[in-house]
């Protein structure tokens, strides 16, 4: 019973061993790497046209609006996945990419109006040759989304929409409110 026991330790011992010597890459690193996110703030120049954004006509990023950007390099044939998230109260309008990148994108998720994208990012095939990364710079639009009702010290949203009929004011719903007494006791 004790040489069975000692026989399988060994045996998967050997096999642990084997499944690691395999795992292990026989040429370079193909990791894509990324560069830390940066934020562009208002006024400054828009670095990409956006599609799907009509840009102000001085180009510059307007008010309420943030870009942020990721340098990434990925060697082809190479897929990575990277999830960009904006500044919390931000919510993204579109992505854009530098005109010269050499790398394109596919969103996995629904990203407009949200405050992260998931990309699968990959090398053109076609602008960088085998054996090669391909760099670029993958921009994210945001503006800064609707305040919640009574943040900014009791004041309303203009767009604040009630999502209920319950009155705000009483606390009571409207048919309820409709059901009590008047206070002059008239009806």
Known sequence: MQLRTSLRRTASLVAATAAAV???PGG???A??????RIIAPGATLPVDFPGYREPADDRLPA??????VG???ARGERAERIITV???FRIVTLGFAERSRIGARAENDYRGRRSVRLTLFADRNAVAAGQSGHGTIYV???RAYLPSGSLSGTKSATERPTSLRDRTSGL????ACSQPSPSGNG
């Open 22 to 24: 395999v795992a292990l």
């Open 28 to 30: 370079p690193a193909t």
């Open 32 to 37: 894509a790497t990324f560069e830390p996110a």
């Open 64 to 69: 309420n609006h943030r870009i942020v950007a």
């Open 72 to 74: 990434a390099t990925i």
């Open 87 to 89: 500044p919390k109260g």
């Open 141 to 143: 639009l945001a503006r």
């Open 173 to 176: 719903s409207s048919a309820s």
